[in-house]
């Protein structure tokens, strides 16, 4: 089952082939041990070639002025084969804090750099994770510790999300520190970034800026999820249909057809709920239009399921279901703090 319209589906071909091409196993490991975690060559192919981190920026700002529909496409194939790059932190998170923010001038001086390929990075949780705020403002200046940044360390301009709205800052200016941290997902870089009393500009933002953006994030985040989920269902298939036991191929024995099955719908309700979701038709406020798929749409993170599944239904001859696609997979944001 797909939702991909002509356009998107040229868009997830072309994706797919750029990263079947300089994506694979090795290219993945060799990434992630980089400076900044990612293929910087690879990165630039990406935004160049097909524009992945201007889809959702408005035309006005040099983008695309895609849906973030079409955003969603590039995170499914991100997620097949768990690539590297500041897609979710830069393109995804920050942009967005932009265009969601409403602030003209600053979408006009930020968003061009970013819908080109540079780096932002948007501080948002403190230590228990993004249900609180790290960085507190006090008049124009900061305080506070910002955990769970993707690409802090390597970003060229920082977003910070407090209670008291949106903030830009310097990532040179006195007072900020930024370090990476170690993470359960090597192909996921987060980074600690402090700030000591920063001198900072002031966002407009509206009052519902943080829920607006955690709905994106989520939404992002859980068609990378699909993505490597159908990756691992597709491998296990065509694992069952190689591997023989008793002289006959596994997945021609009812108990490991039913286990397919039961991944297959598990993947497909997961696509469906993920882009369905309170996802909007453009790159304007995300619409409170919910799901309304039945209760399988509570599966928002379908991964650790069916890919469970995967690797029993492929025993214990091989390794798990997602070993062939590098070293582990995007997990929930659970594991970095939870949402």
């Known amino acids: 089952m797909s939702f991909d ?45 097909i524009g992945v981190a201007a889809l959702a920026v408005p035309e006005k700002y040099d983008g695309v002025g895609a849906s973030l529909l079409e955003v969603h496409v590039v995170q499914e194939e991100l997620g097949r084969t768990l690539t590297p790059s500041p897609m979710l932190g830069s393109a995804v ?7 969601l923010s ?20 948007l501080c948002w949780a403190g230590p228990s994770g993004w249900s609180d705020f790290g960085v507190s403002a006090s008049g124009e200046t900061l305080s506070g510790t910002a955990s769970y940044v993707l690409g802090g360390d390597v970003a060229d301009v920082l977003l ?6 949106l903030f830009e800052v310097d990532p040179s200016a006195d007072g900020v520190g930024r370090r990476r941290v170690p993470a359960m997902d090597p192909t996921r870089t987060l980074s600690e970034v402090t700030f ?30 699909v993505g490597a989920a159908s990756a691992a269902l597709e491998q296990t298939v065509e694992y069952a249909k190689s591997r023989k036991q008793f002289g006959r191929a596994i997945g021609s024995f009812q108990a490991l057809k039913h286990r397919m099955a039961d991944m297959y719908a598990l993947v497909e309700t997961a696509g469906r709920c993920r882009t369905r979701r309170r996802c909007p038709g453009r790159t304007r406020t995300p619409s409170s239009r919910r799901c ?15 890919c469970t599944a995967a690797s029993r239904s492929r025993g ?8 062939n696609v590098h070293t582990g997979a995007h997990s929930s944001s659970g594991s970095r703090g939870s949402t």
């Not at 309304?292 to 069916?306: D, H, I, K, Q, V």
């Open 316 to 323: 214990n001859t091989t390794r798990s279901c997602t070993s």
């Open 93 to 99: 998170l920050a942009a967005q804090a932009l265009v």
């Open 160 to 165: 910070v999300l407090t209670s008291e709205g």
């Open 292 to 306: 309304t798929a039945p209760r399988p749409c509570n599966r928002s993170r379908p991964r650790p399921s069916s």
């Open 196 to 225: 000591d009393g920063v001198a900072t500009r002031r966002l407009v933002s509206p009052t519902d800026l943080v829920e607006q953006l955690r709905t994106v994030a989520l939404v992002a985040l859980s068609a990378e999820q």
């Open 5 to 49: 319209n002509d356009e998107r589906a040229a868009l997830r071909e072309s994706v797919r082939d750029l990263l079947g091409k300089h994506s694979d196993s090795a290219a993945v490991r060799r990434a992630t041990t980089t400076e900044h975690g990612y293929d910087e060559s690879l990165w630039s192919k990406l935004c160049e070639q």
């Open 102 to 121: 409403g602030d003209d001038d600053a979408s006009a001086r930020l968003l061009p750099d970013i819908a080109a390929g540079s780096v932002a990075a």
